[in-house]
């Protein structure tokens, strides 16, 4: 399993651990991933994904999975994320339609 977000795409960054003596180490820094259960309003089911908290603070501040995730960027999302999206933006296509009649 990758160490990167479903939904922001965090992922490690590299960097240098340097020790008192100024001595220049190779280190990784990883992002902080939870394993979270969102609730998809408009598929009407739970949804398990590995975020960074930094993504479940946004998706709160945006009103909720469905919303984050149709104004999100395709090229950003993982595969599982993507069909989520495909999923809810279908979803809400048929919707008016069948309110309509």
Do not use: Q, W, Y
Not at 14 to 27: A, E, Q
Not at 49 to 67: E, P, Y
Request: glycine share 4%; aromatic share 2%.
């Amino acid at each position: 399993m990758s160490r990167r977000c479903e939904l922001t795409a965090k992922g490690p960054l590299v960097g240098n651990k340097v020790s008192h003596s100024n001595i220049k180490t190779k280190r990784r820094f990883l992002p902080n991933l939870c394993n979270v259960t969102f609730i998809s309003d408009a598929l009407g089911r739970n949804v398990r994904l590995r975020v960074s908290t930094n993504a479940i603070k946004s998706v709160d501040h945006n009103g909720g999975l469905d919303a984050f995730l149709l104004k999100a960027k395709a090229d950003v999302l993982s595969p599982r994320a993507l069909d989520l999206k495909r999923a809810i933006e279908k979803k809400k296509a048929a919707e008016p339609v069948a309110k309509a009649s």
